[in-house]
């Protein structure tokens, strides 16, 4: 078999037709279509930790979906919420996160805290917050800890939280005391329109999960993909 470097020093007309067909493979190799990423690659895994506004969101899905084309690599996430449920329920489930091994865990407590019913003070709410950060912090010391606020409330849902927006800061100054990540999604909601935003979220505390998804899940891959995306 005639070497490549034999093969380029013969003339033209002297040249194996292999010649060509080995051109034409390279051609072809250059032109296919580049995989999204590649399979072997280890999955980003998340761990959304919450209320209903996660059990309930929708939003995952399409997070894992953006995310994945943002990053070139497989994204997973899993959930560890409940509905109804407050920030004392969430430090029963600090091991559940941690089994997982996320590499990223995105928060959401306050809501039911800030309900009245729910009899969480302020102070309880906060302390509490404070715990399970520190607790992630320990015990996943190479995740991204990121502490959201969701979306607005309104109706029986808004009036029964009068205070929301004091949990909402009190949860955002324990993560930023510690050094940890916050994405505030209520400015976005805030776009749209008064009857826009009462038909996404007709019950006044859960977002549809199709509008929730195009709320939240371009500010997600935003704050964690930063400039590193490549859609």
């Known amino acids: 078999m005639i070497s490549l470097r034999l093969w380029r020093t013969l003339p033209i007309e002297r040249r194996p037709t292999y010649g060509w067909l080995l051109l034409l493979a390279c051609l072809v190799m250059l032109s296919a279509p580049k995989s999204g990423y590649a399979e072997n690659s280890p999955p980003l895994k998340i761990v959304a930790f919450g209320t209903s506004l996660t059990a309930r969101g929708g939003w995952q899905p399409a ?83 990121i502490v959201m606020a969701m979306n607005p409330f309104s109706g029986l ?40 935003l009462a038909a996404a979220i007709p019950d006044g505390a859960h977002p549809l999960p199709d509008i929730a998804s195009e709320i939240i899940v371009p500010e997600l891959v935003k704050h964690i993909a930063g400039g590193n995306c490549r859609e």
């Open 63 to 145: 997070l894992e979906t953006r995310l994945a084309a943002c990053l070139q690599r497989p994204v997973k996430i899993e959930s560890v919420a409940k509905s109804g449920e407050t920030s004392l329920w969430a430090l029963t489930q600090i091991d559940r996160v941690v089994a997982e091994q996320p590499d990223i865990v995105l928060i959401e407590f306050y809501a039911n805290d800030a309900a009245l019913q729910r009899f969480v003070s302020l102070a309880q709410s906060r302390k509490d917050i404070g715990d399970i950060l520190d607790q992630l912090r320990q015990r996943l010391p190479q995740a991204r800890i």
């Open 157 to 196: 849902r808004g009036l029964i939280r009068p205070f929301v927006g004091s949990y909402i800061s009190a949860h955002r100054a324990e993560a930023e005391k510690r050094g940890l990540e916050f994405v505030d999604h209520r400015p976005n909601w805030r776009r749209l329109t008064p009857g826009d």
